[in-house]
Each structure stands twice: as C-alpha cells, then as structure tokens.
C-alpha cells in the first residue's frame, strides 16, 4: 500500500492556518509569522516521522508477502522445510485386523493383530526426476521392519513419453491388483513378482508399454547366477460414454520366481527342466460408482515334477479372479460393497484354495479411517487331487487409518 504523505502534508497545513486564523471567540491569540512558520516546521518534521514509520511497516508488509508466498509455492511443490527436497509426501496406514477362521482341517482360531504397517516417502527432487521408498511391518511372527520398495523414476510423461525406473517393487505383471476386497486376489498370491529391477517405459494417448529385467531367486540347474529374466506388459485405458475402463496383458519369461511360486519349490528353488514362462490378461470398467474386475494368470508350461507338483504329476499352475463392487453414500459415509469368485487350476503346493467366494463392506468412518468387514469361503481341492475336500472359512474385520 503506497502513502500519500504530500496530501496529507497540505491537508494538516491547511488544517493548522485554519485553526490559527479562527474567530476571536477561541480567545486565542493571533500567532505572528514566525511563530507560524516554526508551527509549520513542527509539524512538517513529525510528518516526516511519520512518514519513516509507514515506510518501514510498508517494508515489513512486503516483505511478509513475500515470504508468505514463497511458503505457498513451496507447499504447492512439497515441503517447506529448508533443506527437505520438493515435493517431498510421506504418508502410510496402520491396519488393525479382527479375524476368526476356520481350516481346512476344520481347526478355529481368533487374533487381533497389527496386521500392516506402511510407511513411504516420495519425492519429486526434479522434473524428470522422483523416488519412492517404502517400509513395512507384517504381522508374520518376527516382529521386524524391513524395505520393502525403493525405486527412482527418471521422466516426465506430461513432457516425454518415454520414462526410466529402477530398484525394487513389484513387477507389471498382472496388473496393479486392484481389489476393493480386503485380501489380495488370488492372482496376487500366484503370480507376483517383487524385484530389483530396470524398467523402460512408453505411454502414449492412453496407451502404455513397459519391459523389464533383473535377476531372480531361482535359476536355472547347471547354469549361474545371471541377469537372465525378463518380462513385458501393455495396457490401455481411457472413458468411453462416461464409463473408465482398462485393459492389459503381461509376459514374464519366468513365473517361478514370483514370491508364492518361490517359496513352494523344491530343490533349492533349482529349475530342472528351465524357466517357465507365464503370461496374463486383466481387465476393469468403472461406471457411476459401479466397479467390475477381473483378472486370469497361467504357466505356459508344466514345472518339472521334482520342482513343482500336482497330483503326482508336473503342476502348471494358474489362477483367475472376478470381481463387482459399488461405492455409495450412507449418511455422509462413503461406502463400498464388493463380492467376489476366485479360483485356481494345479495350485495345491502354493498353499492356494480350488475355489474362493467372498463379499466385503468397507466404510469411511472420518477422514483417513475406515473399516471393513470381510468374509471368505475357500473351498480345498478334492481329495483324489491331494486336498482335503473341505471347505474353510475366514471372517476379518479390519481398523485402517491412512496418513
């Protein structure tokens, strides 16, 4: 804000020759000239005081503004913090799960544990540049934390549609396992892959293709530990008549090394007869809070029996999910109701079910905190195939609070 000291100066000049020259009835005596013009000196000088101190909070004033206005460009990037790279986001969630469960062995349990703990940090440290790491704790008995994604991202697709990743996080095989269900499908069970890893990537109108590749868990009997793995994905998305859709498939030249599959061979995770390829296809359509999934992943080749086995003979193991789920408003909370059938083919040594049906509500209680209340039948695979023939059950209800 500018002052107009001049006008004020003439406004309070004239004020005081008025008052000097006013009637007798002020009983005041007439000041002489010089008396008038030391009056006029008087005032002068404190106007110009004034003058000083309107300056300095003008400076002041500004210089808040400004100050004020960087903070806000900085909060609009990220941090505000000095020092803190910009567009720095930390966030997570804390789950807290209620379980009751019924096994195949027809055995029941109950819990109450810190089923997840989440905590990432992202920063956009240039505009080609961002990074992404995050840690986990998992209530699977050993109370510990660990990394389990950091990777950098290298582009700018608003500016260039090619990119660069690197580090770990899960492979773009299967898709990004969406689910409004509180447990993962069985797809994620059977076929995810979580590695270091390069990645090269194209998106363009919608359309995105990426390829891969790193060095797994498992190899290859007779051969070395090489960078010898490696996948690729496409997809595409868009709105058609106001309904978001997309689709994708993905190829991965080794499905052994995803986790579940890892961890059910035998043999040292030593491939007798080679990698086994893997291929799968996911799809979904959102429409006026309508949500439909569905997802299929397969072997494309049998394991050698002494890795991998089903019934006495090779296993090729796959599975496939389907999914419906609607988002409303109740009461002001938004709420989702989701059902689910799910199932897998030669996936008993996976420790997965033949058959899955389920349906979840889940509630945002405030901002940030929600519950969800699942329920799951799984179904074993027949006895003349190694199972039980029984079916089990799982009731969750879980506590989420994201930050």
Not at 34 to 62: G, P
Not at 180 to 197: D, F, H, I, Q, R
Not at 313 to 334: L, N, R
Not at 354 to 368: F, K, M
């Amino acid at each position: 804000m500018k002052i107009r000291v001049n006008k004020i100066s003439a406004i309070t000049v004239a004020t005081t020759l008025a008052w000097a020259t006013a009637s007798p009835a002020m009983a005041q005596p007439t000041p002489t000239p010089q008396q008038l013009m030391e009056m006029i000196q008087a005032q002068q000088s404190q106007l110009d005081a004034l003058k000083t101190a309107l300056q300095k909070a003008e400076t002041k004033a500004m210089a808040a503004s400004v100050k004020a206005e960087q903070a806000k460009e900085a909060s609009s990037k990220g941090s505000s913090i000095p020092g803190l790279p910009r567009g720095l986001t930390i966030g997570g969630v804390a789950e807290l799960e209620i379980t009751d469960a019924e096994s195949f062995a027809e055995a029941s349990s109950s819990d109450i544990t810190l089923a997840t703990v989440e905590l990432f940090v992202d920063a956009q440290l240039h505009d080609y540049l961002g990074t992404h790491v995050q840690f986990i704790y998992e209530d699977d008995g050993t109370e510990t934390i660990g990394l389990d994604e950091a990777n950098f991202t290298l582009g700018n697709t608003n500016e260039f549609p090619l990119y660069l990743m690197g580090g770990k996080w899960p492979m773009p095989f299967g898709g990004s396992f969406d689910t409004a269900m509180n447990s993962n499908p069985l797809t994620t069970n059977l076929g995810e892959v979580k590695e270091a890893a390069v990645l090269l990537g194209l998106v363009k109108d919608g359309a995105i293709l990426e390829g891969y590749f790193f060095n797994g868990d498992t190899q290859k009997i007779g051969e070395g530990d090489q960078i010898d793995q490696f996948g690729i994905s496409a997809g595409y998305g868009g709105d058609l008549s106001g309904a978001e859709y997309n689709i994708g498939i993905g190829y991965i030249n080794n499905i052994a090394d995803a986790d579940a599959v890892t961890d059910g061979l035998t043999n040292s995770a030593r491939l007798a007869d080679g990698y086994v390829a893997g291929f799968e296809a996911h799809g979904d359509v959102t429409f006026k809070g309508i949500a439909l999934r569905g997802a299929y992943m397969t072997a494309l080749d049998d394991f050698a029996s002494g890795n991998l086995a089903f019934n006495g003979q090779s296993a090729e193991p796959s599975a496939w999910v389907t999914e419906a789920a609607y988002t409303m408003d109740i009461m002001g909370k938004e709420t989702t109701f989701a059902g689910t059938a799910q199932g897998t083919s030669e996936a008993l040594a996976l420790g997965l079910p033949e058959l899955r049906v389920g349906g979840a509500v889940t509630v945002g209680i405030v901002d940030h905190f929600s519950v969800t209340g699942e329920y799951l039948r799984d179904e074993d695979y027949a006895t003349a195939e190694g199972g039980t023939g029984r079916a089990g059950h799982t009731a969750t209800l879980k506590l989420a609070a994201e930050f």
